[in-house]
């Protein structure tokens, strides 16, 4: 649009020229003001501009949309590495400069040979399905930094207690590759990112070799049988008293008051993995924790309505905040706190 006005505008202002030159015998016109021309040249721009707002403004809102993503990863900056939470999928790891600093810097004399993409290596790259929309929740741990990969169009600033997103979709399997664009400290030239898209999958495939590779979660520890009375038994206990005394321990313990509440859900503990994301900030238009005026709408819905909307997903918000393995009351317990905490 704006290289067409360019030759619209000067090929008539160079035409004028040209052919009313003097040397050519053009004798110059005696006017002054013309309101139709005033008109004209004040109503052309303006309908241009109008025209060019409606496209221009649904691109922005279009770049800023990360709602109905395939997968999120929440992406966290630390000085000088990355960390990467796949949270539909269960992986997590970190991402550190692969290149030894002994051969950046050849602080013994010439080192190894290197490529044209030595600081631009990590030992665990992201990694993404082609053709599929990515959510990225991106924040920091400590300073300001800048995931920034300009072939994949994202320069998002990770800042410390807030959630940014961004979202992007990669159409060709292929490494691409970036940096952190902030000033974040001595290590700065060192943050690399590398993105590697892969077909759907080879994907699958990464991901059961990283769920393989990560360390298993601690089981947990199981009770000792106890009596009635809160003993052990002895050594000497048969299989039908010590069945008696793991009973009689059960029902001590569902009399024991906050029992069963301690059992139950812990909203909590879903808010501060999941929903803090968006939820803390106010990102993507998720009403604020603790926010009255945001939470009043909503909570007039009635419970029912918010659980649908937190389990089925509406708008901006993913099913289950985008972790689809998430329990049903795992996710109830989780907007009950968050109604709590706005009442």
């Not at 770049?63 to 796949?86: C, F, G, L, P």
């Not at 979709?169 to 400290?185: F, K």
């Not at 010590?242 to 008051?257: D, L, N, R, S, Y």
Request: glycine share 10%; aromatic share 10%.
């Amino acid at each position: 649009m704006c290289v067409a006005i360019f030759f619209i505008v000067f090929g008539a202002m160079f035409w004028s020229i040209f052919r009313h030159r003097k040397s050519v015998g053009a004798k110059a016109a005696q006017f002054h003001e013309n309101t139709t021309i005033e008109i004209i040249w004040t109503l052309v721009p303006f309908v241009i501009l109008i025209g060019m707002a409606y496209p221009a403004t649904k691109t922005v809102l279009d770049m800023k949309d990360a709602s109905n993503a395939d997968m999120s990863i929440k992406v966290t900056a630390y000085q000088w590495k990355w960390e990467y939470d796949y949270q539909q999928d269960g992986v997590k790891f970190l991402s550190h400069l692969s290149t030894p600093r002994a051969q950046i810097e050849e602080y013994h004399g010439p080192g190894a040979a290197k490529n044209q993409n030595y600081l631009l290596e990590v030992d665990e790259p992201m990694v993404v399905p082609v053709g599929k929309k990515v959510r990225l929740l991106i924040t920091s741990n400590d300073v300001i930094h800048g995931w920034f990969v300009p072939q994949l169009g994202v320069n998002q600033y990770g800042i410390p207690g807030f959630i940014k997103d961004a979202w992007i979709t990669i159409d060709e399997a292929g490494v691409y590759r970036g940096q952190c664009s902030q000033i974040c400290g001595k290590e700065h030239g060192f943050m690399p990112i590398v993105v590697v898209a892969k077909k759907p999958d080879e994907y699958a495939a990464w991901v059961k070799d990283m769920k393989a590779r990560m360390p298993a979660a601690p089981a947990p520890e199981a009770a000792p049988p106890t009596t009635a009375a809160g003993g052990a038994p002895g050594p000497g206990a048969t299989g039908a008293s010590q069945a008696g005394a793991t009973g009689a321990a059960e029902k001590v313990a569902a009399a024991a008051p906050g029992a069963a509440k301690a059992k139950a859900a812990d909203g909590k503990t879903t808010y501060d993995s999941i929903c803090m994301a968006c939820h803390a900030t106010g990102a993507a238009g998720a009403p604020k924790y603790g926010d009255k005026a945001a939470w009043a709408p909503r909570i007039k819905q009635g419970a029912n309505a918010l659980y649908a909307s937190a389990l089925h997903g509406k708008g901006a918000m993913p099913p289950k905040g985008g972790n689809t393995a998430l329990a049903d009351d795992a996710v109830k317990a989780a907007v009950d706190y968050m109604v709590t905490a706005a009442k």
